[in-house]
């Protein structure tokens, strides 16, 4: 093979072994991986030159298709009940419903290893307070799978876990003894010190707020960063300092290296250091990905330095990329792994042309022009997977980057002394005087400008057209291509025009009813033409509001069929994702009825923010672009203070096109027959419960199709039963999302995890 081939390698293998994982992601068999290895193998052995190249680029994609096969299929456990041991290797988080939340290493099921790490939750009131990280623990619990997402764009918890290195989730606590280790885990070793500096700062005179933010940018422990301000740095564009990343690394290294300087340590003395340092810090980070990746790099690049044969970024970035995806091939489906590497592509292909455009000659414009062409290049880099996981671009991240990274610097620089200097009293004081100064300027700055209106542009989800608009944005602007001026332009044009397009929310055609997977809640969307209804908005896992944020897509109003909170807390996900709630349609005596008082809280600071709310009972019409909605029950007049929200629970007869869905709600039997009447299809009441869906009620409806709203997969089964074989039952617990499509002639009933269903 030729230098020049040889010299170009590292890049296409890079990509062949990410195109391999992808298909070992959706491959049914490791068989597929092996046999295109040996034969990739026998054709490197066999062919020379460009036949050779090509045998590498088919070797390292039947590589990545093997592992990513078992990255992604790992051998499972059954579900069941089991005595579980393990050590606590994470922060142990417990939320505000009570739930706790943490993950394991060196578990064992019944006393077998399980050669994984797995999820742990249960609920109390009160959290055991020597139940911290790096402590040994035993319980009888339940033993899982995790699922992966059961709506469009849905969250993957499968995925995210597997990422972590966690297999399995377990459930309970039952039993609970915690002790110390019975043997050495360097990943416990490593949770517990990271606990006892967030402790430390957090007590530190650096007080709570800027003992948090140490915290974060120090040692990625985000715990105490509230949530508003979280989205404040989002939609500014700065949030990446607040995740311990390449950058944070870098201000580590970049201390060090002047440590080193000055106490003249020889060049292989200093590599070996930095490795044993960032080899702790990634540990003490927790092991992640953007702080491995920041340390690869580093590391590989002053290695370079030492041997006299340095590397162009790319190529580092190349053999950091190999690296780490065949020790975690998971990792490439990942945010934070895409939005490292894209940041460093950018800054690698990118920023080198647009430094050359110009040259100012004043020091000061100079730093300033390389600092924003490094914005420029990584925002690039970050755009598709951004805009996918977030649907915002932050317009002010450009102008507010450069004086942030350098604000940044000196107050990172002040939380690492801070951290050092805690047992000398005196000095720690006057540096935590300076960093507790430093962060109240920081957050004032950011909490004034991110309540200014207009900071981020909300777009829909991207698709291919934008995928192609960011290549041709990118190409128009890479370093490596050889265009004249003109087609530079043209590209770079060409690619914004596109991407700008795709991002737009077209208008919609067509009538859709989407029943969301929820578990034992109810959200439910109601698309007709240029019409969007929310009928009830599900607990708070935020599914609904993703869906509409990614269509970009303001509902017209909201309907909510009682005031129980699975399926009203779902209005503060889009409350914090700013989708504007102008209308609330209650039905006629819903906040007389018996209900949590943090439901009648929110509604309050709802009409307070300009919700209107509006009422409807038995008779009443709204009308749709493609047919109308018919109130059934409740009746003007029926409900009674203090009952059961179910017991007035709206129920609404939906004609569009011809076809009839039959929305119940949460409607009990004691008062379904008020509002049985005939319907093509049955939204089932109560999530099917026992008290529910008499044989009376279903003959009076007698539905030729029914969905189900329900965490329980057995309760498909039994609802199936009462409807009898002749009527199609679709849940969401068994196949995710439901679509009801709206025909000109019948309907269709789709799914997300299988199938669709036709009616007439």
Not at 508 to 533: I, M, P, R
Not at 625 to 635: D, R, V, Y
Request: contains cysteine.
């Amino acid at each position: 093979m030729t230098a020049r081939l040889r010299g170009w390698l590292l890049p296409p293998l890079a990509v062949s072994l990410a195109g391999g994982i992808l298909l070992g992601r959706i491959a049914d068999s490791w068989i597929y991986g092996a046999v295109g290895l040996l034969l990739a193998l026998e054709a490197c052995l066999l062919l020379r030159e460009k036949g050779r190249f090509c045998a590498l680029l088919a070797l390292f994609l039947a590589l990545g298709c093997l592992r990513g096969y078992f990255g992604y299929h790992p051998e499972l456990p059954p579900e069941g009940d089991y005595v579980i041991s393990g050590i606590v290797a994470e922060e142990v988080e417990h939320r505000a419903n009570q739930q706790v939340r943490t993950s394991l290493t060196r578990v064992t099921l019944d006393g077998v290893p399980l050669g994984a790490g797995a999820y742990w939750s249960f609920y109390t009131d009160t959290l055991p307070e020597s139940l911290t990280p790096g402590v040994q623990v035993s319980f009888a619990g339940r033993v899982y799978h995790p699922s992966g997402p059961s709506n469009p764009g849905g969250y993957d918890f499968r995925e995210e876990l597997l990422r972590r290195g966690i297999t399995v989730g377990t459930y309970g606590m039952g039993e609970l003894t915690i002790q110390a280790p019975e043997s050495f885990s360097l990943k416990g070793f490593f949770a517990n010190l990271r606990h006892r500096w967030t402790e430390a700062l957090i007590q530190s005179p650096l007080g709570e707020e800027a003992g948090g933010y140490a915290a974060a940018m120090l040692l990625g422990n985000r715990t105490y960063l509230p949530r508003e301000d979280r989205t404040a740095f989002s939609r500014l564009g700065i949030a990446h300092i607040l995740a311990v990343s390449g950058f944070h690394v870098g201000v580590l290294i970049g201390a060090l290296g002047l440590l080193f300087r000055l106490l003249r340590l020889p060049q292989r003395v200093r590599l070996g250091l930095y490795g044993l340092i960032l080899g702790a810090y990634v540990l003490l980070c927790g092991g992640a990905q953007p702080v491995l990746r920041a340390s690869l790099l580093l590391l590989l690049a002053r290695r370079g330095r030492m041997l006299a044969r340095p590397r162009s970024l790319l190529h580092l970035l190349s053999a950091a990329w190999i690296a780490m995806l065949l020790l975690s091939p998971a990792q490439l489906t990942g945010l934070s792994f895409q939005l490292s590497f894209g940041a460093v592509l950018g800054l690698a292909l990118v920023t080198p042309y647009l430094d050359g455009l110009l040259n100012p000659k004043n020091a000061l414009l100079k730093r300033g022009w390389l600092g924003l062409s490094a914005g420029v290049g990584a925002q690039i880099g970050v755009l598709l997977p951004e805009l996918t996981a977030f649907q915002e671009l932050p317009l002010l991240g450009l102008i507010l980057n450069v004086p942030v990274l350098a604000f940044s610097t000196v107050l990172i620089g002040l939380y690492w002394l801070a951290l050092l200097t805690l047992p000398l009293p005196g000095v720690s004081q006057a540096v935590c005087a300076l960093g507790q100064g430093a962060t109240s300027a920081l957050l004032a700055a950011v909490r004034l400008l991110g309540q200014l209106p207009g900071v981020t542009l909300w777009t829909k989800a991207p698709n291919l057209l934008s995928a192609l608009g960011v290549v041709l944005l990118g190409w128009g602007l890479l370093q490596l291509a050889r265009w004249s001026g003109k087609s530079r332009r043209t590209l770079t044009l060409t690619g914004a025009a596109v991407l700008v397009l795709s991002l737009i929310p077209w208008p919609h055609h067509g009538a859709e009813y989407l029943q969301f997977s929820v578990g034992d809640a109810d959200a439910a969307l109601l698309w007709d033409e240029g019409t969007a209804l929310v009928m009830d908005a599900g607990y708070e896992d935020g599914v609904l509001s993703d869906y509409l944020h990614r269509q970009r897509l303001t509902p017209t109003g909201v309907i909510l069929t009682h005031l129980h909170s699975d399926h009203v807390y779902g209005l503060q996900a889009l409350r914090e994702d700013h989708i504007p709630i102008r209308v609330i349609y209650l039905p006629e005596g819903a906040e007389q009825a018996d209900i949590h008082p943090n439901v009648m809280l929110l509604l309050e600071e709802l009409q307070a923010e300009g919700t209107e709310i509006r009422h409807l009972a038995a008779g009443d019409t709204l009308p749709l672009p493609s047919g109308e909605m018919e109130i059934l029950w409740p009746e003007a007049g029926m409900t009674r203070p203090g009952q059961d929200a179910n017991e007035s629970s709206l129920v609404a007869r939906i004609d569009i096109r011809g076809t009839t869905l039959l929305q119940t709600g949460d409607l009990d039997g004691k008062y379904e027959m008020y509002a049985a009447a005939p319907a093509d299809v049955l939204k089932a009441p109560h999530h099917g419960s026992a008290h529910s869906s008499s044989e009376e009620f279903l003959a009076a409806v007698a539905p030729q199709a029914a969905l189900l709203s329900t965490g329980e997969v057995e309760r498909h089964g039994q609802y199936q039963e009462r409807l009898g074989p002749e009527t199609a039952l679709f849940s969401t617990a068994r196949q995710g999302m439901l679509i009801l499509r709206f025909l000109d002639q019948g309907y269709t009933i789709e799914t997300y995890l299988a199938g669709e269903e036709k009616g007439e």
